[in-house]
């Protein structure tokens, strides 16, 4: 692999400095490079919040730093990993593989039919150079010589007076799967994203879900996505079971028991979905990723009468689950909303309000600030379902309600009664059609490496010469790899051997 | 016994590791002080090869006394005692002692123990007293195989890579030891092994252990395959797994294609190195994402 490069761009115009670009962007310098560079650019996403990670936590440095925040949204760095430079850091990175690793391949090919180089003149002026004489003929030694050296598998060249062989072709090539597999991964990796689709889902207990784009909470998808990719499965949530250590409060089991039905008249079966465990469907699967608690309330008018009922799901805002949720009730004149808070756990202290302390319901209690007025879901503008914009809106009163109890909301607007609450999951729905190629690239990628870094390249000549009726021997190598000295020296005592036995007779 | 026995058990049994590991810091820092006082005279020698074998045996018993404390705190769990930092540490701890034995059956490299004493009493000081969390079951997202062959692989490899670095510190600190008495060393330092060896001996812990390294981190991807919903997703722990593994990548290749060699050769495995230890201490400690288990 040529590490040289040539620093003047030559004087040429047009074609001869494109081919000049090409050199110095397919060297193995510039790939190297191009990597350490990756691996640098990669910094900034691990200290500054990610949006793909974190959107929360980038909406909080905005918060505390909004001038800072704007100029690093400026340059990318809350998206650092699809960013334009990164990108274009790892595009570079790959097509100077490309153009570094292919035609190698092509020489390592040919050149794997070739026979080793011709004897140097000057043996002693390589490495581990040996000298003794033997009374065996010559062509007895290079007889000996060469079943030795094929029995190690070396391949031989046999010339008049002396034989080339050589071993290591493996190492090259070990070296070359490891490059071409970094290419595969990279495929890999760009067709995953680019062919491929996350999508989240919160689905309450007892409620199915239909994998159609049109059900999920969010969407992404890569440019090559066609939405027909969809495997057409359903997911009945029949019971979700998480298990905490009473101690420390950490999780210890979520489980989850599902009815799936693959396709639109196939046979539903019983799965039990688990985090190291998701469903899966030819290349897409289900992940259960997080849980929460939907509060079930029913809301009456002034006249009594029915005007929103069931479950609601709240985002956990802690390990405890601490819930926080929005009760949006438009069929009413005027609007009513109520911001709520749901403690599975309930406890009160005057600094910090309301809480949970334990994730499982033990002590269960609806905090709810009821809001009259518009809630402005006319206005075309998405809300999300979660909070509710209080700008135009009059608090009326404030409760607490435990499970089965009712609160008459001041001015005879009409009442709230909270019926009880059932568990929700998080399921992520995820398609990516590269990760085969990835996981193959990996594997290659550190077969590749185990081959170069112990497969071994010696070169080793034996030359003989006719002195006083015996034979002198000359044995030296070339080598790029450590146990050179032992190969020759127990080559020598091979041949050494063979003339002391032939002596004795 | 019951769980909450064998985590006693461990709790003890790691701190008497670590008193038998000063134990053994202690009588190989009477020997390198004895060495630089009375230099290489004949009579001597002997006797400090003897104080030596000493250091070597206390180094062996701390090892030992180590294993069992790690086996009983998986016993009190009732899993591979992997489950958050204050067990990787002790685990990490184990593993370089035993690289460094290992590495003593074959080469000279006794005269590395008083680090290696000293890293260990560090690292096993820190894990019991800042990072120490009870004996508990693991949370959902540990409950995989995955857990013993991509924590193994990741502590394994982090023990060498951090053997290569003081090998590599060694060298630097030689070298310039060397430079400054016009290639004499001190008679105390005679002994220790020829800048060569140690420069090889340090690249070839790093080649030994890269593809493990590598290992470790396709092990961590195929497990966040199943347990994230992702292979890859440049959380800060894989991130840095990455910038490490680039590094050693850099520093493998610029040997052996560049043919780098001595002060700058061990330059770069320390920086290396060094991404390897940010990556264990901050972002475990003060980092955010998926991968944090440190339980603190
Ligand atoms: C691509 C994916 C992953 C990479 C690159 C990765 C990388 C690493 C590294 C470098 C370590 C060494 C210790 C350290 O520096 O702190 C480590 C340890 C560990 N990994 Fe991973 N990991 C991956 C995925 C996972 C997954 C999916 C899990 C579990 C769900 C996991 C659980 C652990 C645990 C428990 C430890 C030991 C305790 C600790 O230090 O936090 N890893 N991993």
């Known amino acids: 692999m040529s590490i040289s490069f040539d620093t003047q761009p030559p004087q040429l115009s047009g074609i001869g400095f494109l081919r000049w670009i090409w050199r110095q962007l397919t060297s193995m310098r510039t790939a190297l490079v191009l990597l350490l560079l990756l691996a640098v650019a990669s910094i900034p996403g691990s200290v500054f919040p990610q949006r793909s990670q974190n959107p929360l936590k980038v909406n909080e440095y905005y918060g505390t730093n909004p001038a800072l925040a704007q100029w690093l949204d400026r340059f990318s760095l809350f998206n650092v990993y699809s960013s334009p430079w990164f990108s274009a850091i790892y595009i570079l990175l790959f097509i100077s593989l490309i153009g570094c690793v292919v035609p190698r391949t092509w020489e390592h090919f040919k050149s794997a039919r070739a026979l080793p180089p011709l004897t140097p003149k000057n043996l002693e002026r390589l490495e581990e150079f040996q000298e003794f004489s033997s009374n065996q003929s010559p062509e007895e030694i290079l007889q000996v010589a060469e079943g030795a050296l094929r029995a190690r598998r070396y391949r031989i060249r046999n010339l008049s007076d002396s034989l080339g062989a050589e071993k290591g072709f493996i190492r090259e090539t070990g070296n070359l799967l490891f490059h071409l597999s970094l290419i595969l991964l990279l495929l890999g990796v760009a067709f995953g994203s680019l062919g491929g689709m996350r999508a989240d889902v919160i689905v309450s207990e007892g409620e199915t879900f239909t994998n159609v784009a049109t059900s999920y909470d969010s969407l992404n998808t890569g440019g090559l996505f066609a939405i027909d990719d969809i495997p057409p499965f359903t997911i009945t949530v029949k019971k979700f079971t998480a298990k905490y250590d009473l101690v420390t409060n950490a999780p210890q089991d979520y489980q989850l028991q599902a009815l799936v039905v693959d396709e639109p008249g196939k046979p539903a079966r019983e799965v039990t979905v688990k985090v190291n465990k998701p469903l899966t469907f030819g290349d897409t699967r289900v992940y259960l990723q997080a849980n929460g608690y939907s509060p079930i309330v029913t809301v009456r008018n002034q006249a009594g009468s029915v005007v929103l009922r069931g479950p609601i799901p709240f985002l956990p805002q802690d390990g405890n689950l601490t819930s926080t949720g929005a009760i949006k009730v438009p069929d009413m004149e005027p609007q009513l909303g109520f911001v709520a808070k749901f403690l599975p756990t309930a406890e009160r202290t005057a600094a910090r309000g309301g809480f949970s302390t334990y994730p499982e319901a033990l002590k269960p209690l609806l905090d709810l600030a009821a809001w009259s007025g518009d809630l402005g879901l006319d206005s075309g503008i998405p809300q999300s379902v979660y909070r509710i914009d209080t700008e135009k809106l009059r608090q009326i009163g404030l409760a607490s309600l435990a499970p089965g109890q009712t609160w008459d909301i001041p001015g005879g607007v009409g009442s709230i009664t909270f019926d009880g609450f059932t568990p929700w999951v998080n399921l992520q729905v995820v398609r990516d059609p590269g990760k085969g190629f990835s996981l193959v690239g990996a594997i290659a990628i550190l077969l590749g490496l185990l081959v170069s870094l112990f497969g071994r390249r010696h070169r080793i000549w034996v030359r003989v010469s006719q002195k006083d009726g015996g034979t002198i021997v000359h044995i030296a190598g070339l080598t790029r790899s450590p146990g050179l000295d032992e190969e020759i020296k127990s080559l020598a005592s091979v041949l050494q051997m063979s003339t002391k036995v032939e002596g004795e007779r | ?296």
């Open chain 2, 1 to 296: 016994m019951s769980k909450s026995d064998w985590a006693y058990l461990s709790n003890d049994l790691i701190y008497a590791s670590m008193a038998v590991c000063a134990l053994a810091f202690l009588v190989f820092a009477y020997e390198l002080a004895w060495s630089i006082r009375v230099g290489e005279e004949k009579t001597t020698i002997n006797r400090r090869e003897k104080v030596l074998r000493v250091a070597q045996a206390l180094t062996i018993l701390y090892f030992l006394i180590l294993f069992i404390g790690v086996l009983a705190r998986g016993l009190s769990a009732g899993r591979a005692p992997w489950g958050n930092m204050y067990e990787f540490s002790i685990t990490g701890a184990l593993a370089f002692t035993f690289a460094y034995l290992v590495a003593s059956l074959k080469f000279e490299v006794q005269w590395l123990g008083i680090l290696i004493t000293f890293s260990s009493l560090l690292t096993l000081g820190t894990a019991i007293t800042l990072l120490y969390v009870p004996s508990a079951p693991l949370v959902p997202a540990l409950k995989s195989p995955w857990l013993v062959i991509h924590v193994a692989a990741a502590i394994i490899s982090g023990g060498v890579f951090l053997l290569s670095n003081c090998i590599a510190g060694a060298y630097l600190v030689l070298e310039q030891i060397e430079k400054k008495r016009d290639g004499q060393r001190p008679l105390w330092a005679q002994r220790l092994p020829k800048l060569e060896t140690l420069d090889q001996l340090s690249y070839r812990l790093v080649a030994l252990v890269f593809p493990l390294w590598t290992f470790a981190i396709i092990a961590g991807a195929i497990w966040a395959e199943a347990a994230w919903g992702r292979y890859w997703g440049w959380d800060p722990k894989e991130t840095w797994a990455f910038i490490t593994w680039v590094g050693y990548a850099a520093y493998l290749h610029a040997r052996v294609t560049a043919g780098w060699k001595g002060r700058r050769a061990a330059w770069l495995c320390l920086i290396a190195g060094s991404t390897f230890l940010f990556n264990y201490i901050y972002v475990n400690i003060w980092g955010t994402g998926k991968h944090t288990y440190s339980g603190l």
